[in-house]
């Protein structure tokens, strides 16, 4: 298997542009999280999904993300607009379940200048 | 919110010693998770014990859990330059895993 997919590794982008995050879970994994690390906040879980729906999305920042899983083999985190303290690494992760442990993608490094 | 908070924030050792840090949370949780992150890279999970284990191993790795301080170590023996990274506890609560500041460990050659 090839893990946690994460595309892409690296975006740049103005203030003010949409952003989109994609991910591809490991087959057969039925819970998918997007987390945020940055310096000062640490890793901050975003949204969760169980079995394609959103569960839990309490660590969603603003109106302006939004997430989706239409399948079970593809999710994305969008940002729009995007806004410099937007700027972080995003990771996505997968569980079989919820009780055991995840799986992270590389994440992407996005710079919002 | 971070639930775990590491100790220490980070760690200096020589090739071959023995890395020790410590996390303590705050509210009853279903398991304990270490996970560690190469600088630039995804968090790898370590190990994970559960609410009822005192103690687990797993290679050169040594968890313990003590429920009743709220707090796990985790223990790295004969560390190796390639060990060197960032090292989270995560408690696990309903389906919520939150992660804990990291211990920065450098391990010298």
């Known amino acids: 298997d090839a893990g946690v997919i994460q595309s892409p590794r690296h975006e740049v982008t103005e203030m003010g542009q949409e952003v989109t995050l994609r991910c591809k879970p490991i087959?057969?994994?039925?819970?998918l999280f997007w987390y945020r690390q940055t310096m000062m906040r640490g890793l901050e879980l975003l949204i969760y999904?169980?079995?394609?729906?959103?569960?839990?999305d309490s660590g969603m920042p603003e109106d302006r993300f939004s997430a989706k899983m239409p399948n079970a083999s593809f999710s994305t985190l969008k940002i729009q607009p995007s806004e410099p303290r937007d700027s972080a690494v995003y990771f996505c992760?997968?569980?079989?379940?919820?009780?055991?442990?995840?799986?992270f993608g590389s994440g992407t490094r996005l710079t919002v200048v | 919110s971070q639930q775990g908070e590491e100790d220490p924030q980070a760690l200096s050792i020589q090739e071959g010693e023995n890395a020790t840090m410590n996390c303590s949370y705050k509210?009853?949780?279903?398991?304990l998770q270490w996970y560690r992150q190469n600088s630039g890279r995804g968090l790898v999970h370590l190990i994970l014990i559960r609410s009822n284990e005192r103690e687990k191993h797993s290679g050169r790795l040594r968890v313990t859990l003590d429920t009743s301080k709220k707090s796990s170590s985790l223990l790295i023996t004969a560390s190796r330059a390639a060990d060197t990274a960032s090292y989270f506890c995560a408690t696990l609560i309903d389906y919520k895993l939150s992660f804990g500041a990291g211990t920065t460990v450098t391990v010298r050659a």
């Open positions: 087959s057969g994994h039925n819970s």
């Open positions: 999904f169980n079995n394609n729906v959103p569960i839990d």
């Open positions: 992760a997968s569980s079989p379940r919820g009780l055991y442990g995840y799986t």
């Open positions: 509210t009853s949780i279903n398991n």
